[in-house]
């Protein structure tokens, strides 16, 4: 065994994947233990310029996916994903939950695949192809996965959190990690400038809002995050829960003014631009600036944070 202490990141992986046992005996394969796209991102583009062949797994709630890339010059994880998602697009684990044995289950796959690789059993590697488990329903599927012809060859490596963090992050004086961790698949807490399209909808500081609240305001107050999050802290004057990326029109009221409120204020301001593609009057719409996590901090410190 082979220890390295210090972090795998752009500067230091092409030397970590070149160095192998030693100069006679180099690395195999790469397996993927980790959560955040920043990570997985580098991973694959290293593999990819060093010619290393990498077993990837990722997990939320009761879904694990398999896939191995980058095998015998087949599909890489660029072809799976060419961009991250947006950030506050895809759950945390904190915010999705993660079944307590699905990463066991998971890593025993990949510890499968990457026996196969060593004793050179090529038949039924997934090459190609993308196992998905489904926990709760105990069955198996895949889906098959071919390169990409546009995809452009990867000679370097980037600053993979600014290319994860979005290009209105990445384009910006502002850090685009929080606390020099990167973006996982948690929605972050750090929101860049409002554009013209953010400016459609009202957007109220807590303290604000509480002294709304105050005076006789009303709102229909919608929680755009999973029922999970929910569960684990809320606003107690909330009407409804329903995900950002699937409000619906028949779920808020047809007159008076509605909160949006979230995490961190991000899936609220998403919520506020489909709620208008809907037809919800803009002017009616209040997304909580900051999400529950700013109100616990200006309002109520007791609330818990996740």
């Given at each position: 065994?082979?220890?390295?202490?210090?972090?795998?990141?752009?500067?230091?992986?092409?030397?970590?994947?070149?160095?192998?046992?030693?100069?006679?005996?180099?690395?195999?394969?790469?397996?993927?233990?980790?959560?955040?796209?920043?990570?997985?991102y580098l991973i694959?583009?290293?593999?990819?310029?060093?010619?290393?062949?990498?077993?990837?797994?990722?997990?939320?709630?009761?879904?694990?996916?398999?896939?191995?890339?980058?095998?015998?010059?087949?599909?890489?994880?660029?072809?799976?994903?060419?961009?991250?998602?947006?950030?506050?697009?895809?759950?945390?684990?904190?915010?999705?939950?993660?079944?307590?044995?699905?990463?066991?289950?998971?890593?025993?796959?990949?510890?499968?695949?990457?026996?196969?690789?060593?004793?050179?059993?090529?038949?039924?590697?997934?090459?190609?192809?993308?196992?998905?488990?489904?926990?709760?329903?105990?069955?198996?599927?895949?889906?098959?996965?071919?390169?990409?012809?546009?995809?452009?060859?990867?000679?370097?490596?980037?600053?993979?959190?600014?290319?994860?963090?979005?290009?209105?992050?990445?384009?910006?004086?502002?850090?685009?990690?929080?606390?020099?961790?990167?973006?996982?698949?948690?929605?972050?807490?750090?929101?860049?400038?409002?554009?013209?399209?953010?400016?459609?909808?009202?957007?109220?500081?807590?303290?604000?809002?509480?002294?709304?609240?105050?005076?006789?305001?009303?709102?229909?107050?919608?929680?755009?995050?999973?029922?999970?999050?929910?569960?684990?802290?809320?606003?107690?004057?909330?009407?409804?829960?329903?995900?950002?990326?699937?409000?619906?029109?028949?779920?808020?009221?047809?007159?008076?003014?509605?909160?949006?409120?979230c995490k961190a204020?991000?899936?609220?301001?998403?919520?506020?631009?489909?709620?208008?593609?809907?037809?919800?009057?803009?002017?009616?719409?209040?997304?909580?600036?900051?999400?529950?996590?700013?109100?616990?901090?200006?309002?109520?410190?007791?609330?818990?944070?996740y």
């Amino acid at each position: 065994v082979r220890t390295y202490e210090e972090e795998f990141t752009s500067s230091t992986a092409m030397r970590i994947l070149g160095e192998g046992f030693s100069p006679e005996k180099k690395w195999d394969v790469v397996v993927d233990g980790s959560d955040n796209f920043p990570t997985k991102y580098l991973i694959n583009d290293s593999c990819d310029i060093v010619g290393l062949p990498w077993v990837y797994s990722a997990i939320l709630a009761f879904e694990g996916q398999l896939s191995v890339f980058n095998y015998k010059d087949g599909p890489t994880y660029r072809d799976m994903m060419p961009l991250p998602p947006p950030p506050g697009d895809v759950p945390s684990c904190a915010e999705g939950g993660v079944l307590g044995v699905l990463p066991g289950t998971m890593g025993c796959l990949q510890a499968t695949e990457v026996l196969k690789i060593l004793l050179g059993k090529e038949k039924g590697i997934l090459r190609g192809r993308i196992l998905v488990y489904d926990a709760m329903m105990m069955k198996f599927s895949e889906a098959g996965l071919e390169k990409l012809e546009e995809r452009e060859e990867i000679t370097e490596l980037i600053d993979y959190q600014g290319f994860c963090a979005g290009p209105s992050v990445a384009g910006s004086s502002a850090p685009p990690t929080i606390e020099g961790k990167g973006r996982t698949m948690d929605e972050a807490e750090h929101v860049s400038s409002d554009t013209a399209s953010d400016r459609d909808f009202n957007s109220l500081e807590p303290i604000e809002a509480l002294e709304k609240l105050k005076t006789g305001w009303s709102p229909w107050v919608v929680d755009v995050r999973l029922q999970t999050e929910h569960d684990i802290v809320a606003l107690p004057f909330t009407d409804i829960v329903s995900p950002h990326r699937t409000v619906k029109l028949d779920e808020v009221p047809v007159h008076g003014d509605i909160l949006i409120y979230c995490k961190a204020g991000v899936r609220g301001k998403k919520a506020c631009k489909r709620l208008i593609g809907l037809g919800v009057d803009s002017q009616r719409l209040f997304n909580l600036d900051g999400g529950i996590m700013r109100w616990r901090k200006d309002i109520d410190s007791s609330m818990p944070r996740y």
